[in-house]
């Protein structure tokens, strides 16, 4: 099974740092996503990390440690438009297929 | 790249009817698509997985006759609610990947609402 944590929301300031962060409780991991979703819309793909450590990507960022079950997103010189779902997955192997495993979200509001 | 599409966006159905929706990969071969539920504010629920010429795999308590797919190629899947009812109104959305990669790209859902 699958137990997923991430906060339920959270609020930033425009052009400041936030981190979300995510723990994991699964069996079979495979590697930890991270997909953005504004509000109506589908996700879009952010960052996939399957080895421990940080991989940067511009403004975003994501990190993990597979021996903690934990990751972290971290979004830098937050704009308006970064106001939207975090969504936290973890890809599972189930019988021999990938399966990924949302979270419930991360709903950021970035301020003035 | 990467780009996946879904038709319809919206849809409105009465009671008992059967709603189609289309899910396609527009510039890349998914072996695999995957279905999705999401109800308002929370989290999207793996509905089932079908690789292309095969029988779908679907999770714990969806109910397979009731939610019918197909993946006739490898660039199309198709997901029929039979018999909807009100409480199958909900924001369905479906992704696809190309093995070996494992990034899923997302359609932009479907809205359905059952009168």
């Known amino acids: 099974g699958q137990n997923i944590d991430q906060p339920t929301e959270m609020t930033a300031t425009e052009g400041a740092i936030v981190q979300i962060n995510c723990t994991y409780q699964t069996s079979g991991f495979n590697g930890l996503f991270w997909y953005q979703q504004h509000a109506g819309e589908a996700p879009t793909f952010l960052s996939y990390?399957?080895?421990?450590g940080l991989e940067e990507k511009g403004r975003f960022s994501s990190f993990l440690s597979r021996s903690k079950g934990y990751s972290y997103l971290l979004l830098k010189e937050l704009q308006m438009k970064d106001s939207a779902s975090y969504l936290c997955?973890?890809?599972?192997?189930?019988?021999?297929?990938?399966?990924?495993?949302f979270g419930t979200g991360t709903r950021l509001t970035v301020i003035p | 790249g990467a780009v996946v599409s879904q038709h319809p966006s919206r849809v409105i159905c009465k009671s008992g009817t059967s709603v189609k929706i289309e899910c396609r990969s527009l510039?890349?071969?998914?072996?695999?698509m995957f279905w999705y539920r999401q109800f308002p504010k929370q989290s999207l629920m793996l509905m089932a997985t079908s690789n292309e010429g095969s029988k779908a795999t679907y999770e714990q308590g969806v109910e397979k006759d009731k939610f019918l797919i197909n993946h006739a190629s490898l660039t199309l899947s198709t997901l029929t609610v039979t018999s909807a009812h009100p409480e199958d109104s909900s924001f369905y959305i479906c992704?696809?990947?190309?093995?070996?990669?494992?990034?899923?790209?997302f359609g932009p859902g479907t809205r359905l609402l059952v009168l």
């Open positions: 510039d890349f071969q998914a072996t695999t």
């Open positions: 992704s696809a990947k190309e093995a070996p990669q494992e990034t899923q790209y």
């Open positions: 997955a973890s890809l599972e192997d189930q019988t021999g297929a990938n399966n990924l495993f």
């Open positions: 990390n399957v080895l421990d």
